[in-house]
């Protein structure tokens, strides 16, 4: 998120002024409301939230889930990034979740979630999150709270308007937030070029409704425009997808005066019904670029990562009335749409008042052609004829907008550091609160669905200053949790948060946890490495690669001993839980690693490679605390002088007989429990 302090320049000094010297800004009732209440948030112990509230990470490129009232810490999703909890993107089997098309991509910064709906409403099945950096969308699943699948966006720089997701799931999309030459375009031209030469695209990914499996189902090619953010329409509007538009100037350089020169962008609205039949009626051109595909099997416990070469491109130029665009002042970044589907809420940065669409004026103003030219050859519609109304002062910097079902919106005001609760029917404000700092997104539990559940509403903050013990340079970020079930908002509780928060869904816990993967079974396994059973454990050399197929279970690791390793050899450590029972996993490290650990589920099997560099003996053990003799879960490998004669010998509870002149055939034993 980024801030233009150009156009109205002494108000945005003022607000600046405010958040550098957040004290004298807060409002007179701040202390009162800084006491929170703290027994609508507290969760006695041995008690569960009544929500699940799933965060982007930010910049850390993962995704936290949290409880919500006691916002809790539950769990951190590794998914654009390397996990050195779980080994997630180091062990062998998910490296592949990370490849693209520009090979191994470990750290990405991550926006936006959206969960699967049903008929508009939260259905639990999958959380689906964007990568914003090298364009790709993850999907999450609810049943392991592990991430399923990563699907690689061609003809996109700066995912950020995705992933939205229509009322049953159909699509989710995802918008270029830089337009750039197309995929198999000579991208080797001058910068200047922009307005000739680059162009954006909004991708409609299909959802599998069995397996969550996502397609590129097409893209839409569009003007070179920077998308920000969107929405999908629903109930009467469903069909329609909304995205808000900055930089219509097309500028290249100094985007903070040169975008913001024209006094309105755009809404983008998408008759994505009207796509789908030029798509069906061949309209539809076949482009070729390179993405990957990777997904991540329950049975092999192993990702694989496929190179795609094709996408469908639709032209607005062949597809008359499927897209239009809505005047917008001043660099809209939040375009939400409300329960309903009737109204569409654009927040502009900049913009002194927020306006709010109305979906059937829209159509009315379609039918009537009441145009105000084009833009790039697509129809611009008059701003007054598609205008429910503005919201007057409602605060300064306002981004994102939740609904509670109860006909009122709440929108975060990032330059004033509050959260203005206002009326849709009448768009009268009703109620502000201080935020503890510089809001960014916010979330009603349910909030962008048909139904929200709403009751709460969390605050994601992009400054904490004094609200937390100090930790150096850098301060955590957090989360505020306020009441939103009487007239006025009530603040209850700060929480810090992994990363940087933007957009988080919250839906109720009873969607999901009754559905919880307890143990992956072991007769299921089929990885290409599994040990079934401490009798299959063995050790086998390839050339330079050495195989260790190697179990797990409370409380040795088997083989527990291996000799006739060589320097320079590739050591693959294949190891397989074989607990059947709930939250058993063992952990797996050998000194000098320079991968990392990895941790193995119940009836999982997971590999980590690792280099013998030196001679020695080099211990490797349990990182998970599993039992009372956790401690003794280890063992001993030994590494030989490449070209030694030491004979690959593996063992568990039997001593290797007392020779000295080693045999060079392949040894093992393993004891009987
Ligand atoms: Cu407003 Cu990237 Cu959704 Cu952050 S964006 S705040
Ligand atoms: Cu297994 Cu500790």
Known sequence: MKFNYFKIYVILIMASACLLSMQSCKPKTAQAAASGDASKSFVAPGKYDEFYNIVSGGFNGQVAVYGIPSGRLFRIIPVFSQS???????????????????????WDDQHHIALSQTQGEHDGRWAFANGNNTPRIARIDLTT???SEILEIPNSAGNHASPFITENSEYIVAATRFSIPLDDQNGDVPINTYKQNFKGSVSFISVNPTSGE????????????????????????????????????????LLEQNASAKD????MAVNWKKAEEYLKAGKAKKQAVRYAHNTYDDNTHSATSTILTEVAILDPADCPDMLYLIPCPKSPHGTDVDPTGEYIVASGKLAASIPVFSFTKLQKA????????????????????????????????????EFDGKGYAYTSMFLSSEIVKWRISDLQVLDRVPTYYAIGHLSVPGGPTAKPHGKYMIAYNKMTKDRYLPTGPELTQSAQLYDISGEKMKLLLDFPTTGEPHYAEA??????????????KIEENTHAYVSKGEGKAKVERNGNQVHVWMTAIRSHLTPD??????????VYFHITNLEQDWDVPHGFAIKGAN??????????????????????IFPFYCTDFCSALHQEMSGYLRVSPAGSNVALHFSTGTNKPAVTADTVKTTGSVSKN
């Open 561 to 570: 001993n291996i000799e006739g390793v060589k320097v320079g050899d590739e």
């Open 595 to 616: 991968n990392a650990e990895i941790l193995i589920m119940p009836g999982e099997t997971q590999s980590l490679k690792w280099v013998a560099d030196r001679t020695g």
């Open 145 to 147: 709270f592990r991430t």
């Open 507 to 520: 839906l109720p816990a009873a969607l999901i946890q009754g559905k919880q993967r307890k143990i992956y």
């Open 214 to 253: 996502m397609s590129i189902a097409f893209q839409i090619r569009t003007p070179g425009v920077n998308f920000d953010l969107s929405r999908a329409g629903k109930g009467k509007s469903h069909g329609w997808f909304f995205f808000s538009c900055y930089n219509s100037e097309k500028a290249n350089t």
């Open 366 to 401: 379609i039918a009537d052609k009441a145009f105000d030219g084009q833009y790039d050859g697509i129809t611009v519609i008059k701003y007054e004829a598609a205008l429910h109304g503005e919201v007057a002062k409602p605060g300064l910097g306002p981004l994102h907008t």
């Open 264 to 267: 309105k962008d755009f809404v």
């Open 84 to 106: 050195p909890e779980s080994g997630y993107g180091f062990s062998e089997e998910t490296k592949p979740m990370l490849n693209t098309s520009h090979g191994f991509v470990p």
